[in-house]
């Protein structure tokens, strides 16, 4: 199994930044995709932004510009730099990979746990 550690969220004024850390460990034999994924109160889960293995990115429209993210390979690991944090900003983030856990798996997606981030003044 893959596991996912997140860090980094918190309460910031509008304009304010943030980066959030998100840490796979455990049984991976690779990673294909590693991403942000974010939730509000009533409102669906959006994908924020993801990062492929050949370094490819996609970002929301309403976060491009503001939000970069990055990833270390080789310590499994994956940021999202956000900067000028809004209000609609407000959500719960999560952390997603799409990984196999051994060379005679497919691969399959996990998640962290979340992690809140609150832009209010």
């Known amino acids: 199994q893959v596991q996912l550690v997140e860090s980094g969220g918190g309460a910031v004024q509008p304009g304010g930044s943030l980066r959030l850390s998100c840490v796979a460990s455990g049984s991976i034999f690779s990673i294909n995709i590693m991403g942000w994924y974010r939730q509000a109160p009533g409102r669906q889960r959006e994908l924020v932004a993801r990062v492929t293995d050949g370094g490819d990115t996609n970002y929301e429209a309403s976060v491009k510009g503001r939000f970069t993210i990055s990833r270390d390979y080789a310590k499994n690991t994956v940021y999202l730099q956000m900067n000028s944090l809004r209000p609609e900003d407000t959500a719960v983030y999560y952390c997603?990979?799409?990984?196999?856990?051994?060379?005679?798996?497919?691969?399959?997606?996990?998640w962290g746990q979340g992690t809140q981030v609150t832009v209010s003044s």
């Open positions: 997603n990979t799409r990984a196999r856990p051994s060379r005679f798996s497919a691969p399959l997606d996990y």
